[in-house]
T-cell receptor, first 113, second 113 residues
């Protein structure tokens, strides 16, 4: 079955430290891949997306993600975290033919001063 | 340009009551979606629509009905609410399916007692 896995439920980093959030997918073929961010009490906002081509994708707010086909991964990174990055992050995939976006269970990021 | 709006923002129902959640988008998108978000489970697709007058089941459709009479509106109905339907409901829309970004509304928090 198609699935998206985010193995880290909760991560705490210090402000200014680097960040990597993990995402693995299980699909028959490479899906379209997305990272969304959700601030408390808000809807979801798209950070970045991967369809094809360059495996390093740049997004908003200084985030980037790298697609690795061999590892079925699409990890999100940021070189220096700001306190305002504290939020929940969701990885999602769409197999294309189904129009259905499958979400991971989310990673809650806390930022220490 | 308001994007995706949802009405109401909060609602408390008693078991067995009915209600309708309204989603509206002003981006002339073809596709619209209803998700529910529960702690530790990410977002799960309830129903979706690929155009005016069409609807289709998602991952967790039981207990819900939908209608897309106008392109800009997507209604989610609960005919007989159950405590298991306590959740945060998000509506989303996209230009098309597949690689196209989904834009999310702010959510409706529903409690069924």
């Amino acid at each position: 079955a198609q699935s998206v896995t985010q193995p880290d439920i909760h991560i705490t980093v210090s402000e200014g430290a680097s960040l990597e959030l993990r995402c693995n997918y299980s699909y028959g073929a490479t899906p379209y891949l997305f990272w969304y961010v959700q601030s408390p009490g808000q809807g979801l906002q798209l950070l970045l997306k991967y369809f094809s081509g360059d495996t390093l994708v740049q997004g908003i707010k200084g985030f980037e993600a790298e697609f690795k086909r061999s590892q079925s991964s699409f990890n999100l990174r940021k070189p220096s975290v700001h306190w305002s990055d504290a939020a929940e992050y969701f990885c999602a995939a769409n197999g294309g033919a189904t129009n259905k976006l499958i979400f991971g269970t989310g990673t809650l990021l806390a930022v220490q001063p | 340009n308001a994007g995706v709006t949802q009405t109401p923002k909060f609602r408390v129902l008693k078991t067995g009551q009915s209600m309708t959640l309204l989603c509206a988008q002003d981006m002339n998108h073809e596709y619209m979606y209803w998700y529910r978000q529960d702690p530790g489970m990410g977002l799960r697709l309830i129903h979706y629509s690929v155009g005016e007058g069409t609807t289709a089941k998602g991952e967790v459709p039981d207990g819900y009905n939908v209608s897309r009479l106008k392109k800009q509106n997507f209604l989610l109905g609960l005919e007989s609410a159950a405590p298991s339907q306590t959740s945060v409901y998000f509506c989303a829309s996209s230009y098309k399916g597949g690689p196209h970004e989904q834009y999310f509304g702010p959510g409706t928090r529903l409690t069924v007692t």
